[in-house]
């Protein structure tokens, strides 16, 4: 897994781990500080456009990680709520994390 990509799962993890829930919108927001301060390239444009398509993977490589048999995960453990622009996302359990296995993807 990319650099980038594990950054940006592992700050998704962490928002959804405090057991509130989080839109897009806040997920761009905590991306566009983030990234902003290191000064990455990739992020120098809107958030919007720069993390909008990537966000979708994300979501599903955090259902993947939950669905891995061997994990022996929660697939549910991921909640969603509403639709389309509205859908809000958080773990069911307030402090679960799978950091430990964004590396192993």
């Known amino acids: 897994m990319n650099n980038e990509r594990s950054q940006r799962l592992k700050i998704l993890d962490m928002m959804l781990s405090k057991g509130e829930w989080i839109t ?20 120098a444009e809107d958030m ?3 993390y ?3 966000f979708r993977k994300d979501i599903s490589i955090i259902r993947e990680i939950l669905k891995d048999p061997e994990l022996k ?13 509205n859908k809000k996302y958080k773990y069911k359990e307030k402090g679960f994390s799978i950091c430990q296995y964004v590396e192993y993807r």
């Open 24 to 43: 897009f919108k806040d997920v761009c927001d905590k991306m566009d500080e983030v990234f902003r301060k290191s000064q990455q390239k990739f992020y």
């Open 48 to 50: 919007n456009r720069a």
């Open 73 to 85: 995960l929660d697939p549910e453990m991921l909640q969603t709520e509403g639709a389309k622009k």
């Open 52 to 54: 909008g398509n990537n």
